[in-house]
């Protein structure tokens, strides 16, 4: 039993192996699964927990602020706080709304951003399912939150939510595909759609520069697309709060209105991990060619480090567009979707084949 | 009992459960979404059976792309208030016995047919590089030719739409 | 081909606005030293308000409990809002004669507007603008004040 | 049963939707509700109800003496509460013949001018909120306070003054008033340049704005606008510089008339409207004649009977001031004419056709403050 840091292949198949040689298979796999599912759940929570408090923190002091800092150090339990604060709330029932879709919405919503997180690679080993198709995966199941949305709109029986629920079902379906582009223009550099494929294809360089322009470009075009998917500013016109006052969660309350809120920072948390995996090398060291020593004190750095730091720094630059930019118009958004960003990934595809074609990446 | 069977026959539950939800529902919203549940589950189903391909499209297109269409659609064109009504008998018989009939085909076929006992080991995975060939492919088997036939028809489809929702609005 | 150069044009032009803003906002996420919120609570002591703050009416006592007021109620009546009530009493004076002082000046903090009217009208300066501003209570009652404390007197020079 | 069936069938898409945005609505600056009917996201028409927050200040001023109707007309529009307090001084000045001394009249004119810098960076704030950027309210209130702190050192108070008196003021500025005031300027001159760069020259701003609202200059005259939201339309409005009062007269500065009268160029007025206060402020401040700080009065004011009226430029458009008397110590009947009211009115006709969005800017740009149109 030799755990190392850098690698979680050998505790993770320690584990299993423990627990084959002890139980029957049937139950050696329920007890494995629902490690991976608390684990999972344990992070998801934290991660959201912790992105509230980041956002916050963030976004004060880019407007001068010094943000939450009353609970704890530096007001580090702050979300805490607010979780509990938000748990003990009357959950408001709307009279006239359509009660089992009111209820169903919130959880759609967080089970497809749930079912996302399972195919992200933290470090090596460290990777709940590593399918084939892990980048198509992860773009089916993200799909499906906005069916979550759309419910929540439409079942509240508010003209607002409804308002807020058809632009989000509009910006959603149409971002998809610069989202599903953009990632196209690196499988086709990648030639697999492997998460764990992926990765060890960029230990000799990230595919952002390794791509060279297109690359780059795809990345921005991720980055824009993907901050829209997730519904955040200047993209956040489902829950517009001046014009619609919250959009499609007008009317929920507590836990429920919890639930969504939660759900939009770990949609921003997965697709930042994906861009980070995808694009900027996902738990891969930063290496420069040639560099021995510098390489050798990058490898030094644990890769969950790595990736966490690439995610945050990915989340961090949203939470910049966020706190910079106004709000666009439905049909601006739409015209960013239509006329630039898919023209641009269309020919970002074409050119990024013919290079690989050429064999003119690294 | 495998975990792969505990599996199956949940998911064989929830498609069954909610199938019948969905054509028995009064209320067009939490049909739609009775069907999503259906068409999820029987993603799970490919999952299960590893054709992960055909699971990841099974969400992308069905449970993300058409019932998202669908629920798009119900918000358009229906009130929250709506309720469909009762069916009276002179529809529901015919219907049923449709539903019956088609059901007995199935079960007949699925019984009637050889599945093969054992799989060989390495073909219950289907590698998604043989897909991609074999759809560019301009060989026997390949599909280049209706591929590029639909890409042609559902181009048509589009500017007809366009054309349409055009006109209206003049 | 004009088009063409002017689509990438607004892509460029675009883009370039948009950095313009990310670095206003980035700048300040980098420099923390601008931040300029205030920690109320833990700067209280430090927190020292203008001269001339109107926090509240308050009628200034000396250290011998006496005051300036004489109970004239010209604040009463220039008072927009009914805010201030004298009440006076009438007191024995050593000759025989009687002598209307003040009893009472109260004052109801709720319903100030802090115009000023009161103590710019006042002729012997009684009232003054008073540097408290927590006024938080939970009794609306508790905002009604006597502005004269119990048992104090008018400054004797006033008087005569 | 035969009435039902024979009613028109309805069609579908001549149903108009309604929306009830306001009274609580974080869009509508206060408790006014817009009752929008809507196709889509298209705005098809819209009705202002007002009346929320309606105090009867009018009625209240008719049982008041002079003195005291200064204190009401702060919390009209209360974000240019001394010029409003400004323009009832002046009517009963002008109805008594009541010369006021020059340095009166120069701190008059820079307390307005710094009003009006700190009533646009508060509308500034509030645009940029309306546009969906939030941070542009943080530096907007920033710049603000610091207006704040110099009225609260030299007044007392931050937004509800009551420092001008019929003939004078309450009291003299603070010793530390014109240093402050230039340090203010010097440090406000900076951070414009961040309000440009974070929201004027954004892409996103500019396409939301430019082309949307359009009002032509016969419009804004028919409708009553007046203000920086005129101006844009190219409507010459301003009362500093078309019937003078305090020292506007002595002042070089221009009238900034736009072409467009779009939302952008709205927009764009206010911008300019505080660098033009700050070259006002710039001219007047080293100059403030030694003098006193109020002219004398009698003791209780009583207009000659008669009709008064005075108007000044308020930070949103031109504020009138109307008073018949009968010679007693209160009016009988007191009359604003207050901006917004006209301001709001011409809300329905800009946003005919506009998307929600656009009904947003088009309400953040004409900028009104609820209590000044209920009053």
């Known amino acids: 039993m030799n755990f190392s840091i850098y690698d979680f292949t050998s505790f993770t198949q320690w584990i299993d192996k423990v627990l084959y040689d002890n139980l029957p298979a049937f139950w050696a796999i329920a007890v494995e699964m629902t490690i991976i599912g608390v684990a999972i759940l344990l992070f998801y929570a934290l991660i959201g927990l912790f992105l509230v408090y980041a956002e916050r923190k963030v976004c004060a002091f880019m407007q001068n602020r010094v943000g939450p800092n009353r609970v704890g150090p530096f007001g580090f339990f702050q979300t805490i706080a607010d979780l509990f604060k938000l748990l003990m709330k009357e959950l408001v029932y709307i009279k006239n709304a359509d009660k089992l879709l009111f209820n169903i919405a919130p959880f759609i919503v967080i089970i497809a951003s749930f079912m996302a997180i399972a195919a992200i690679p933290f470090a090596k080993g460290l990777h709940a399912i590593d399918f084939d198709i892990g980048i198509l995966y992860v773009i089916a199941v993200s799909s499906l939150g906005v069916v979550g949305i759309l419910l929540a709109g439409w079942s509240s029986n508010n003209k607002y939510s409804l308002i807020g629920a058809m632009r989000s079902g509009a910006q959603i379906v149409s971002y998809e595909l610069s989202v599903g582009l953009s990632l196209v223009t690196i499988i086709i550099l990648a030639g697999t759609m492997q998460f764990s494929a992926i990765v060890e294809g960029q230990a000799n360089g990230w595919f952002i520069f390794k791509g060279h322009i297109p690359a780059f470009i795809a990345f921005i075009v991720f980055l824009i697309a993907s901050t829209a998917e997730t519904n955040r500013g200047p993209f956040d016109l489902a829950e517009a709060e001046s014009e619609l006052t919250a959009g499609f969660h007008t009317e929920y309350s507590g836990i429920k209105f919890a639930f969504f809120f939660l759900a939009e920072y770990m949609n921003m948390f997965i697709v930042a991990s994906i861009a980070a995996t995808v694009f900027l090398g996902g738990w891969m060291p930063f290496h420069v060619g040639g560099w021995e020593g510098f390489n050798h004190i990058m490898d030094f750095i644990p890769p969950f480090v790595w990736y966490i730091g690439k995610t945050f720094f990915i989340i961090w630059i949203m939470m910049w567009f966020k706190w910079t930019f106004p709000r666009l118009r439905i049909d601006q958004l739409l015209t960013l979707e239509w006329k630039y960003l898919l023209p641009i990934n269309l020919v970002n595809i074409l050119i990024m084949a013919f290079i690989v074609l050429m064999g003119w990446h690294f | ?170 | ?160 | ?375």
């Open chain 2, 1 to 170: 009992m495998t975990p792969n069977q505990l599996m199956f026959a949940i998911f064989s539950a929830v498609i069954i459960i909610f199938s019948i939800l969905t054509v028995t529902s009064r209320r067009i919203l939490r049909a739609a979404t009775y069907l999503l549940f259906v068409l999820v589950a029987t993603g799970g189903m490919y999952f299960l059976l590893r054709f992960n391909f055909l699971a990841a499209i099974q969400l992308t297109l069905y449970a993300g792309g058409i019932v998202v269409l669908i629920i798009f659609s119900i918000l358009l064109t229906s009130h929250i208030g709506d309720k469909l009504e009762q069916p009276d008998l002179k529809k529901i018989i015919p219907a049923f016995l449709a539903a019956a009939a088609g059901m007995v085909i199935t079960v007949f076929t699925i019984l009637k047919h050889n599945f093969p006992q054992e799989v060989a080991a390495g073909t219950d995975r289907t590698d998604i590089r043989v897909i991609a060939k074999s759809l560019i492919s301009t060989e026997k088997f390949g599909y280049a030719l209706p591929f590029e036939v639909i890409s042609i028809l559902l181009l048509a489809a589009m500017v007809g739409a366009i054309i349409l929702a055009k006109k209206r609005n003049d």
């Open chain 3, 1 to 160: 081909m004009n088009s063409f150069f002017e689509y990438f044009a607004d892509i460029f032009r675009a883009v370039k606005s948009l950095l313009t803003g990310m670095k206003v906002t980035g700048r300040y996420f980098f420099s923390p030293w601008e931040i300029v919120t205030q920690q109320y609570p833990e700067n209280r002591k430090t927190l020292k308000m203008y001269d001339r703050f109107k926090g509240e009416v308050i009628m200034p006592h000396n250290e011998h409990n006496e005051h300036h007021c004489t109970g004239c109620g010209i604040c009463e009546t220039a008072c927009p809002n009914g805010t201030i009530e004298v009440l006076q009493a009438k007191i024995d004076m050593p000759d025989g004669k009687k002598k209307r002082i003040i009893d009472k000046h109260i004052y109801r903090l709720g319903m100030c507007t802090f115009c000023g009217l009161c103590i710019k009208s006042c002729p012997s300066d009684a009232l003054a603008w008073g540097q408290e501003f927590e006024h938080a209570v939970f009794d609306r009652s508790k905002l009604t004040k006597t502005l004269n404390q119990p048992g104090s007197s008018i400054i004797k020079d006033i008087v005569e």
């Open chain 4, 1 to 375: 049963m035969k009435e039902i069936i024979n009613l028109p069938v309805k069609n579908v898409e001549e149903e108009e939707y309604h929306i009830n945005m306001g009274p609580q609505h974080p869009s509508t600056h206060g408790v006014l509700r817009l009752v929008v009917s809507l196709k889509g996201e298209i705005v098809k028409s819209l009705k202002p109800h007002c009346g929320y927050i309606h105090r009867g200040i009018e009625k209240m001023c008719e049982k008041d003496t002079y003195p005291q109707i200064i204190h009401l007309t702060d919390r009209m529009d209360y974000l240019s509460a001394h010029i409003n307090n400004h323009a009832v001084c002046m009517l009963v000045e002008k109805a008594l013949e009541v010369e006021v001394p020059e340095r009166v009249k120069y701190i008059r004119t820079i307390v307005d001018e710094l009003n009006r810098i700190a009533s646009h960076q508060l509308w500034w704030c509030s645009f940029g909120m309306d546009m969906g950027g939030l941070t542009c309210f943080f530096y907007g209130l920033r710049d603000r306070e610091k207006i704040l702190d110099i009225f609260e050192e030299s007044f007392g108070s931050r937004l509800l003054h009551s420092y001008y008196t019929p003939g004078g003021l309450m009291m003299d500025i603070h010793p530390n008033f014109q240093k402050n005031v230039k340090a203010f300027i010097k440090y406000f001159r900076k951070k414009i340049k961040d309000y440009d760069e974070l929201l004027t020259g954004n892409i996103i701003m500019q396409l939301r704005t430019r082309g949307i609202g359009v009002l032509s200059k016969e419009d804004a005259i028919s409708y009553g606008i007046t203000g920086p939201s005129a101006r844009a339309s190219g409507f010459a409005c301003d009362v500093r510089k078309h019937d003078p009062y305090g020292v506007y007269d002595k002042v070089d500065f221009k009238e900034i008339l736009g072409t467009t009268g779009d939302t952008l160029e709205r927009y764009m007025m206010r911008m300019h409207e505080m660098h033009e206060s700050m070259k006002i402020i710039e001219q007047l401040i080293d100059n403030i004649p030694e003098g006193d700080y109020a002219a004398k009065m009698k003791a209780v004011i009583k207009l000659p009977a008669g009709e008064y009226f005075q108007r000044v430029e308020a930070a949103r458009g031109e504020l009138g001031v109307y008073v018949v008397s009968d010679g007693n110590k209160s009016p009988y009947r007191m009359k604003f004419r207050s901006p917004n009211f006209s301001n709001l009115s011409v809300l329905d006709h800009l946003s005919r056709g506009c998307k929600i969005a656009d009904l947003i800017a088009i309400g953040a740009s004409l900028d009104y403050v609820i209590p000044d149109i209920d009053r």
